[in-house]
């Protein structure tokens, strides 16, 4: 949701506040293929496609929960967290925007009015997903992280950019590569919080209309 | 003749069904400027820039997805109304005339973009209560001086993922054109393709 491009564009000065992670690391593997229970159930009628829906989600989850237990070297969260913070600084920088700044702390409301809008860049869940389930995919297994999105206007508090973003890296490996090799891991989960900051930068320094 | 009339309907509602589910689907994916970003790229003085065809390297030509039933198996094929290589040529070269850097065919470009596709993907995932949608489209784009020699090559991505209760080819179309949208704003946005238009 967006008021009007121009509004962000005429801000001369923006505080972006990216809080502590709020999400942990989660392995979005089993899910990825959808509820195939309820189907199954529906020969039994509405119970059964309940149950079924019921019985598939929770194997799902928990061959999933296997899957993230297998995991020995995940970075810890605000480890990782530095990578979003540094893209979305430089960005700013090559961008040539002085008035736009980043704290990755909490401020409160006075230090918050010193500034025309602030910007609050929640990072939520994220981890590794599939993304396809082709046979012509061996993995397809990217790094991701969803970010809630929320700048307000200081003087009336009104909301010009409000936004929920999944956003995908670029690996596509196998859930059994990125579990035996941990720098595998880590740059897949600091290239994707990387190209994160970087986008959530361009956001707000180059607003653009949604429909 | 109530039962007789039962009877025809449900038989309809069957053949509509499976006659969707089982037949091909054409999705008509492109590009809008309407959600054009601006960035870095928009910031560059003009340049005159051809881009060239792109290529065609993703893993299946044939289709762009499957459709699926309520079990994940495959009952048909999506494919694309207009060939994949040149809906992705084509966002990016509207991407860069209305940054400013045209001139289609121009006899002495100051640098040629060309590229090679690599991901035009969509898959759908049916949950207990909704679907989710996954668009992938990710291309290579390299840019060289009018001599031919590289200034830059990298690999650009779209991805949309989203969560609906139905939908049907409108919806799928959307969600490749948001996936199509987002590459050309990666692209759009990078500072390294800028530096690399203005290096001569």
Redesign the interface.
């Known amino acids: 949701m967006l008021a009007d491009p121009a509004h962000i564009n005429r801000l001369a000065t923006v505080l972006v506040v990216v809080p502590g992670t709020t999400g942990s690391f989660t392995v979005v593997n089993a899910r990825?293929?959808?509820?195939?229970g309820?189907?199954?159930g529906?020969m039994f009628g509405l119970v059964g496609v309940t149950v079924g829906?019921?019985i598939?989600?929770t194997m799902k989850s928990s061959s999933d929960a296997r899957d993230m237990a297998r995991f020995e070297n995940v970075p810890p969260p605000d480890g990782i967290r530095i990578a979003f913070v540094d893209a979305f600084r430089a960005?700013v920088a090559?961008?040539g925007r002085p008035g736009i700044e980043l704290t990755d702390r909490s401020v409160g409301a006075a230090e918050s009015r010193k500034y025309e809008a602030v910007a609050i860049l929640a990072i939520g869940e994220w981890g590794l997903r599939r993304?396809?389930?082709?046979e012509?995919?061996a993995g397809g297994i990217a790094g991701f992280l969803d970010i809630d999105a929320r700048l307000s206007r200081s003087r009336d508090g009104e909301v010009l950019w409000s936004e929920r973003e999944?956003v995908?890296g670029?690996g596509r490996g196998d859930i059994t590569a990125y579990q035996a090799d941990g720098e595998l891991l880590r740059r897949e989960l600091r290239e994707t919080f990387a190209a994160a900051g970087?986008?959530m930068a361009?956001e707000i320094?180059?607003?653009?209309?949604?429909? | 003749m109530r039962q007789a009339l039962r009877l025809v309907v449900v038989l309809g509602a069957m053949w509509l069904l499976t006659g969707c589910a089982f037949t091909t689907s054409k999705l008509d994916v492109a590009y809008s400027t309407d959600s054009a970003q601006g960035g870095p790229l928009a910031a560059l003085p003009p340049r005159v820039v051809n881009v060239a065809a792109f290529t065609d390297k993703r893993p299946d030509t044939a289709r762009i997805g499957y459709k699926r039933n309520g079990f994940g198996a495959k009952t048909a094929d999506i494919v694309s109304a207009r060939p994949v290589p040149e809906i992705v040529r084509d966002a990016i070269a509207a991407e860069l005339a209305k940054s400013g850097h045209g001139a289609a065919g121009a006899a002495r470009p100051e640098e040629v973009v060309s590229g090679e596709v690599t991901d035009f993907w969509f898959d759908l995932a049916i949950g207990f209560v909704s679907i989710e949608y996954t668009g992938t489209v990710g291309a290579i784009v390299n840019v060289t001086d009018a001599a031919g020699t590289s200034l830059l090559s990298r690999r650009y991505q779209g991805v949309q993922i989203e969560s609906r209760l139905a939908g049907y080819e409108g919806a799928w179309t959307e969600v490749m054109n948001t996936a199509l949208a987002k590459l050309v704003r990666e692209m759009s946005t990078d500072f390294q393709l800028a530096e690399a238009l203005t290096k001569k």
């Open positions: 990825a293929d959808g509820n195939t309820a189907a199954i529906a829906g019921v598939d989600a960005a090559r961008a993304l396809e389930r082709s012509r995919s999944t995908i670029k970087h986008r361009m320094l180059y607003p653009r209309a949604r429909p």
